[in-house]
């Protein structure tokens, strides 16, 4: 990873001035790169949440979602769709200085509770959170959106 990012850094990777081959490039060596690290990625993932919040992922790996806007069958919880007791936990991870107050999480059925860790309570929380359906024409059955 310490090795693609220093050719990220290279002028034409940081002003954008790169001819299209280049970029290409640089864009399968930064995918190369997220996906080799990813293993080591969910270990400091699964430690920091244990720390913070005392759960832990026991025997299931986290795994990323890489996918801006796409759908829940983008993720690896598209996997699980038919799943009737699908028990999911998702962690937001923003590397960016920008606070966010909101996220947008594609789930695959309209009805499902969620919660959030409230660290002054110490404790997992009830979550209000607005559904919006959508019709995904990747389904096999429209009904269930």
């Known amino acids: 990873m310490l090795d693609v990012m220093g050719v990220l850094q290279h002028h034409d990777a940081v002003s954008g001035t790169e001819r299209q081959l280049v970029a290409d490039d640089y864009n399968w060596r930064l995918s190369k790169a997220?996906?080799?690290?990813s293993f080591q990625y969910a270990k400091v993932i699964d430690e920091l949440i244990?720390?913070?919040?005392?759960?832990?992922?026991?025997?299931?790996?986290w795994?990323?979602?890489?996918?801006?806007?796409g759908t829940y069958l983008d993720c690896p919880i598209g996997k699980h769709q038919d799943d009737p007791s699908l028990v999911m936990a998702v962690v937001v991870?923003?590397?960016s200085s920008h606070d966010v107050s909101q996220?947008?999480?594609?789930?695959?059925?309209?009805?499902?509770?969620?919660?959030?860790?409230d660290k002054a309570k110490g404790e997992f929380v009830a979550l209000e959170s607005p559904t919006v359906c959508m019709n995904d024409p990747t389904s096999k059955d429209q009904e269930d959106q």
């Open 50 to 61: 244990q720390q913070d919040t005392g759960y832990s992922s026991k025997s299931i790996q």
């Open 93 to 95: 991870h923003n590397p």
């Open 34 to 37: 997220v996906e080799a690290n």
């Open 103 to 117: 996220i947008k999480i594609a789930v695959p059925k309209k009805e499902y509770s969620a919660k959030i860790f």
């Open 63 to 69: 795994q990323q979602c890489l996918k801006t806007n």
